[in-house]
């Protein structure tokens, strides 16, 4: 599935978050300026989701 949301403006047009989320809970946010990769987000053994992108 792909989610897209507007999160704010640039000087050359719209800011858009896009979201890519498959149905095992992996998930990557992606922001349109510069294709930067804001998220990874995995679940672990546990289930519980994490961020595996450092900041």
């Given at each position: 599935?792909?989610?897209?949301?507007?999160?704010g403006e640039h000087?050359d047009g719209e800011?858009?978050?896009?979201?890519?989320?498959?149905?095992?809970?992996?998930?990557?946010?992606?922001?349109?300026?510069?294709?930067?990769?804001?998220?990874?987000?995995?679940?672990?053994?546990?289930?519980?989701?994490?961020?595996?992108?450092?900041?």
């Amino acid at each position: 599935m792909m989610v897209t949301k507007k999160i704010g403006e640039h000087a050359d047009g719209e800011l858009i978050k896009i979201s890519l989320i498959n149905s095992s809970g992996f998930k990557v946010d992606i922001i349109n300026y510069g294709a930067i990769i804001q998220g990874i987000f995995m679940p672990d053994a546990s289930g519980n989701i994490e961020n595996l992108v450092l900041s």
